[in-house]
């Protein structure tokens, strides 16, 4: 299984950037996919998460700015990061739960782990 990816960049106070992460592999079925981002001197925290079940939980911080969405079909996951503060700034990760089959004598088991994408520099200027 890997993730992959995309968007982010530079993009001045005030703008719009859009993360898109797309999984790929021997996927049985995604639990979970989001984003966390780390800027320097702090810990990696939550942005944003959707739910199998389309649930989606967000960090106070951008709570009316910023959307998940997802593609089942496509196992993707988009992040539309809008009024980007300069406090956004960070690498954001990609991050997905998901579960593969896995034979197991004359069964499969089910197997269920966290994935992470490259890190995307996302940086907004003042």
């Known amino acids: 299984v890997q993730l992959q990816a995309s968007g982010g960049g530079l993009v001045q106070a005030g703008g719009s950037l859009r993360l898109s992460c797309a999984a790929s592999?021997?996927?049985?079925?995604?639990?979970?996919m989001g984003w966390y981002r780390q800027s320097p001197g702090n810990q990696r925290e939550l942005v944003a998460q959707?739910?199998?079940?389309?649930?989606?939980d967000y960090a106070d911080s951008v709570k009316g700015r910023f959307t998940i969405s997802k593609d089942k079909a496509k196992n993707t996951a988009y992040l539309q990061m809008d009024m980007l503060k300069p406090e956004d700034t960070a690498v954001y990760y990609c991050?997905?739960?998901?579960?593969?089959?896995?034979?197991?004598?004359?069964?499969?088991?089910?197997?269920?782990?966290?994935?992470w994408g490259q890190g995307t520099q996302v940086t907004v200027s003042s």
């Open positions: 991050h997905a739960r998901i579960l593969t089959l896995r034979p197991s004598s004359d069964k499969m088991d089910v197997d269920e782990n966290d994935y």
């Open positions: 592999g021997r996927i049985f079925e995604i639990n979970a």
């Open positions: 959707v739910s199998s079940d389309d649930s989606a």
